[in-house]
């Protein structure tokens, strides 16, 4: 991927250029609504399917806020990475495909978690499928659950890093100049033996 620099004359920031798909677009625009959804799918949705038990309650004050609360950071953090950039530019084909990903698990997840609805543990995925189904949920609702997580806090890791690069290079702080300044303060002189 190239990128290269442009200055603007109204700020001491630099207009950064990345070439940017229509998904890459649209999979920022979408950052926000589908944090909203995941969140809302988790903690809720399962009860469109007759589904919904008591994990509704704990969900609405733990999961699903944390969830939100995580995603909504590294949305922010994806629109100030691509304000930096010149025209409509996207987030990165990184960060689009791990959206993407974590949206699909946590959909998974919806549909595995189980609940107790009338005494009775089911879950959204039984009643499509049927009650031999239950176990399965069982078996992998939590597995899920760990995974939507991982896959969440690693949309907001890249995130930051994207955020971070791009705040840097925008005033003119290249890897280069990074690395050199980490050596001038470094305690270990291996380091400049390294040269």
């Not at 442009?6 to 920022?28: C, G, K, T, W, Y």
């Not at 004050?61 to 969830?67: E, N, T, V, Y």
């Not at 189980?114 to 959204?124: I, R």
């Not at 031999?132 to 995974?147: E, V, Y």
Request: charge should be negative; aromatic fraction near 14%.
């Amino acid at each position: 991927m190239t990128y290269y620099y442009s200055v603007d004359n109204q700020s001491s920031e630099q207009i950064l250029h990345r070439p940017s798909s229509a998904f890459q677009r649209l999979m920022l625009w979408a950052a926000v609504p589908g944090a909203l959804l995941c969140a809302l799918w988790i903690t809720a949705g399962r009860a469109l399917f007759g589904a919904g038990g008591s994990l509704v309650g704990i969900f609405a004050i733990s999961f699903g806020p944390a969830l939100l609360a995580i995603l909504g950071v590294a949305a922010w953090w994806m629109w100030h990475d691509a304000k930096r950039y010149e025209g409509s530019a996207g987030t990165t084909s990184t960060l689009a495909v791990l959206q993407l990903v974590t949206w699909a698990i946590a959909f998974i997840f919806g549909m595995l978690c189980p609940d107790v609805v009338d005494g009775k543990t089911v879950s959204a995925a039984s009643k499509i499928l049927g009650e031999d189904f239950i176990g399965l949920s069982a078996g992998f609702g939590n597995t899920s659950g760990i995974l939507t997580f991982v896959a969440a806090f690693s949309v907001f890791f890249v995130a930051w890093g994207e955020n971070r690069r791009s705040r840097k290079r925008a005033a003119g702080v290249s890897e280069e100049d990074e690395e050199l300044i980490a050596r001038q303060y470094s305690e270990y002189e291996f380091l400049d033996e390294m040269e």
